[in-house]
């Protein structure tokens, strides 16, 4: 069933974390958004848990200058705000306290009596990962989880450190929830473009015959950012480029590119078939980490205009750090459709550009009809996925130059979602908070899909650990990050195919 024909019902959202920087800078606004765009449910109550001592007057003007700061809309409407914000309730509790729990339980089965009927719960854990499991636990203790049908729980990334981490976290959440209440989120999938991938792939009869090895030379994958790692130091030092967005936002992306034709508009067919793309994936075995995996360090350099420093001068960094703030690999996909065809993954810190984007490149012509004077071998042709800043579908091409002389030259066939729906986008958040509500799960995680991520993940971070780097830091803020990782690509013959957006 298509989720534009579901209606969210009565919903008590229950937001553990509720002081902190993601509630502050997206559930919040997302949810605030929702309610502006009237899809929030007509009986909704946020209820915001957290360890500090607050009242819901306080809690309130924290929230709006959150929305006013973060929302796509910007400053909340004085009455629109009054409306929601009479929907916030504060409730102090400690994760290690039952009490806390109990009270909690005696607060949303009041609610309930109150509404006259049964709610749908949703409990999101915008905690750090250690606290999943005693939240779990102890929402599970105050009988909180007995209503399988009503009661989900959404948990945002790092789901662990490796494979080992993953599957403690994920084992100790099943023994109290079943998959289909788990929503393990990833905001990637929520962006519009994103999501407009299958609608491109399967509802268009020209892009689906030519999306194999026949046609498809290579498909590269670029998530860059401009930004260090800010006040994250900490965090990044035990995270890093690889596990922070590969395991989780570029596997997706590559998912989406790759899988077969889904049955139906389904969750769980949809899920199947991302799965089924992962475990198609080559294993990356030990020996072959430095052939088909490249890390990398940003060094000071200049960014428009202004010269950063290196990450190891960042705040909270060590000084002689091993993590790797670049990261790029090439996988197989050892089936019918894509065997031998290279995929090329890559995402930094510090680059040239902050863009977001998938480049499928197409074989060259078998037969060259035109002379080389003609400028056929200028630019190869490429379908081009934007994802962000801009966000549409640039198809590059050889055209023929006006004139007498046989010359050709690269032209673009560029669609803006902007200015062909002239209507705002959602925020990734707002599209998965209302898919929680309603129960779709088509955009979020199954457990043997971030299995078979970290699975392929593990030999690459394996070696790396035992091997620090000694040419950190090796690319500078500003460039397209390290040479290992144009030596990679350029193995086989390839380069790194560049961003579509106008360079700063």
């Known amino acids: 069933m298509m989720k534009t024909t579901k209606v969210p019902g009565d919903t008590l959202f229950v937001l553990f974390g509720a002081s902190g920087d993601l509630s502050w800078r997206q559930v919040v606004p997302a949810l605030f958004n929702l309610f502006l765009d009237d899809r929030l449910p007509k009986r909704f109550r946020l209820l915001a848990v957290g360890r500090a001592d607050s009242d819901d007057a306080a809690l309130v003007e924290h929230y709006r200058v959150g929305v006013a700061k973060n929302s796509r809309r910007g400053v909340p409407p004085a009455d629109a705000w009054q409306a929601f ?54 929402i599970s203790a105050a009988g909180l989880t007995q209503d399988r049908d009503h009661v989900r729980l959404v948990v945002e ?3 662990g450190n490796d494979l080992a ?27 519009e473009t994103v999501q ?8 268009n009869p020209i892009f689906e015959p030519i999306w194999n090895r026949r046609y498809v030379d290579h498909v590269t994958i670029t998530v860059a950012e401009t930004l260090g790692v800010e006040q994250r130091g900490s965090f990044y030092e035990h995270t890093g480029a690889l596990r922070d967005m590969v395991q989780n936002h570029l596997f997706q992306l590559l998912c989406l590119v790759a899988m077969e034709p889904p049955v139906n508009y389904d969750a769980d067919d949809i899920r199947g078939k991302k799965a ?101 071998n200028s630019q190869p042709t490429r379908l081009v996925i934007q994802l962000s800043p801009e966000q549409g579908i640039v198809l590059k091409f050889m055209a023929k130059e006006p004139g007498p002389m046989l010359r050709l030259r690269p032209v673009d066939m560029r669609f803006c979602y902007s200015q062909a729906f002239q209507v705002e986008v959602p925020a990734a958040y707002e599209t998965l908070l209302w898919d929680v509500m309603v129960g779709d799960a088509t955009l979020f995680m199954r457990t043997d899909q971030v299995e078979a991520a970290w699975s392929l993940l593990m030999p690459v971070i394996e070696v790396w650990a035992e091997n620090p780097a000694l040419d950190f830091p090796n690319y500078a803020a500003g460039s397209w990050g390290p040479e290992s990782a144009d030596l990679m690509v350029a193995r086989d013959g390839n380069s790194w195919l560049t961003p579509t957006i106008s360079m700063p």
Do not use: C
């Open 196 to 203: 407009n991938i299958l609608a491109m792939r399967f509802a």
């Open 157 to 159: 990334k790092p789901l």
């Open 276 to 376: 089924d793309v992962l475990r198609a994936v080559r294993p990356i075995t030990h020996d072959m980490v430095s052939a088909f995996a490249a890390r990398g360090q940003y060094a000071e350099g200049w960014i428009q205009g202004a010269k950063l420093p290196a990450y190891r001068d960042e705040p909270k960094v060590d000084p002689h750090s091993n993590t790797e703030t670049y990261a790029a690999l090439k996988l197989y996909i050892d089936n019918w459709r894509w065997q031998g065809v290279p995929f090329y993954l890559r995402t930094g810190k510090r680059l040239a550009a902050g863009v977001s984007e998938i480049s499928i490149r197409f074989r060259d012509v078998p037969h060259r009809a035109f002379p080389a004077s003609a400028g056929l």
């Open 165 to 191: 981490s993953f599957r403690a976290t994920n084992d100790a959440l099943g023994r109290i929830f079943e998959e289909r209440q788990l929503f393990r989120i990833d905001h990637f999938l929520g962006k």
């Open 85 to 138: 914000s009479g929907m916030i309730r504060h409730i102090k509790l400690d994760a290690t306290d039952p009490a806390g729990f109990r009270n909690l339980a005696q607060t949303l089965a009041a609610q309930e009596a109150d509404w006259g009927n049964k709610t749908d719960r949703v409990f999101y854990l915008a905690t750090p990962p250690s606290l999943f499991e005693p939240i779990a636990l102890g």
